[in-house]
């Protein structure tokens, strides 16, 4: 059974910071961006950097429209990332040979290699957040809930505002 929670509902009852889950989702955010910071700093990424890296060293020669979609980034917001890895040496972006709208990332050397010094870091995060690998697990499914039924929330929203 599911509960629901108490939502003030009227301007006598107080809506408190520390209640909000929103909120806590927020410093939990930052939290880890400021976690990553002296791990990524010797790398030369910044934490959106990372993410990027990741998803090539997982699937190299991705198109930048499916590397936005993967990381959840529009292309005013991708696009920047990519120029500065470019410029740093670590991808390159070429025109797709049968669509020459598609712009394909791939991986340099250097790319490749910074792989091997990135290893140490998601083990270091992991041991800052004071959990066990099961409750890295279950929090990271949990939150994979939580923004798809967002998502689909808002998605409900905006449709019925049209």
């Known amino acids: 059974m ?6 003030p509902k009227t301007e006598d ?11 806590a989702l927020y410093g939990a955010a930052h939290a880890f961006s400021r976690a990553y910071k002296p791990l ?16 090539l060293w997982e699937k190299d020669g991705q198109p930048v429209k499916g590397l936005g979609e993967a990381l959840g980034l529009d292309s005013g917001t991708l696009s920047p990332l990519l120029k500065r890895l470019e410029q740093a040496g670590l991808v ?14 791939t991986l340099t050397e250097k790319g490749r290699a910074l792989q091997a010094q990135a290893a140490a870091i998601m083990p270091a ?8 690998l099961d409750e890295v697990v279950m929090l990271r499914e949990r939150l994979k809930t939580l923004q798809h039924n967002l998502t689909e929330a808002g998605d409900r929203m905006m449709a019925e505002r049209r």
């Not at 599911?2 to 939502?7: E, P, Q, R």
């Not at 972006?93 to 394909?104: A, C, G, L, M």
């Open 13 to 23: 009852e107080t809506i408190r910071l520390n209640e909000m889950l929103c909120f």
């Open 92 to 105: 390159s972006r070429t025109r797709d040979k049968q669509d020459e709208r598609q712009v394909n990332i």
């Open 125 to 132: 995060v992991a041991e800052a957040t004071g959990c066990g």
């Open 2 to 7: 599911t509960k629901t929670m108490k939502v």
């Open 40 to 55: 990524l700093e010797p790398l030369g990424l910044t934490y959106p950097q990372y993410l990027v890296m990741i998803s």
